[in-house]
């Protein structure tokens, strides 16, 4: 089941330019995850952010929660060519994940 | 940090056979899995969710004859497709829930299953 939206559905950047990608929901949460899926693989747990959370990095990452307009989005700075890869954002409500559509990030070296 | 181990990467089979895909959680113990179907360039579908010791808890659309779940073991959880056909063919991961305390999920490595 889906109930996120992510914008933009695909995004391709230069090497060491910033991407950033917006997630929106519709229900309240407990909290928010991001995770990255490079192709044809598994999925890595980037950063989860609570609902009482406004704001949290983690590295290259900067991950930001709005309750109130229902959206988060994740930056990565300084991108590198192994950024490459599908990003989804996942909303935990009531103990179960509810993912977004995801949005490809291409690095171009 | 906690690991979900699922087994195989990749099976391919024949129409009208059963495959199985294991996962296991190999430094916790895993209450609640979680299943998941991906198709080419989309997000993840909930298939259904099993709670060790009881029966699973399918989502709507999913058939439960078809897609057998067994959680016998707070370790091992597996799913296995039987009668399998080509529009079976897909990206099955699953997914433990961490605990209410980190609030977070671990995923296994996922399965690429290829029916031809």
């Known amino acids: 089941s889906q109930q996120g939206e992510e914008d933009p559905q695909a995004l391709s950047i230069q090497e060491g330019e910033n991407a950033t990608m917006n997630c929106s929901y519709k229900?309240?949460?407990?909290?928010l995850q991001w995770y990255r899926q490079n192709s044809g693989r598994g999925l890595v747990h980037l950063i989860l952010?609570?609902?009482n959370e406004r704001e949290k990095h983690s590295g290259r990452l900067r991950v930001t929660l709005d309750t109130s307009k229902k959206s988060s989005s994740l930056l990565i700075t300084a991108s590198r060519a192994a950024d490459t890869a599908s990003y989804f954002c996942?909303?935990?409500?009531?103990?179960?994940?509810?993912w977004g559509a995801g949005t490809k990030l291409i690095i171009k070296p | 940090g906690a690991v979900v181990s699922q087994h195989p990467s990749w099976v391919i089979c024949k129409s009208g056979t059963s495959v199985k895909i294991e996962c296991r959680s190999l430094?916790?113990?895993?209450?609640?899995m979680f299943w998941y179907r991906q198709f080419p360039k989309q997000s993840l579908m909930l298939m259904a969710t099993?709670?060790?010791?009881?029966?699973?808890?399918?989502e709507q659309g999913v058939e439960k004859d078809k897609f057998l779940i067994n959680h016998a073991s707070l370790t091992l959880s597996t799913l296995t497709v039987t009668s399998a056909h080509p529009e079976d063919s897909s990206f099955y991961i699953c997914?433990?829930?961490?605990?209410?305390?980190?609030?977070?999920?671990?995923f296994g490595s996922g399965t690429r299953l290829t029916v031809v």
């Open positions: 997914s433990a829930h961490l605990g209410l305390g980190t609030g977070g999920y671990t």
């Open positions: 430094d916790f113990q895993a209450t609640t």
């Open positions: 099993s709670n060790e010791g009881s029966k699973a808890t399918y």
């Open positions: 229900t309240s949460i407990n909290n």
């Open positions: 952010i609570r609902s």
């Open positions: 996942a909303t935990d409500s009531n103990y179960q994940l509810i």
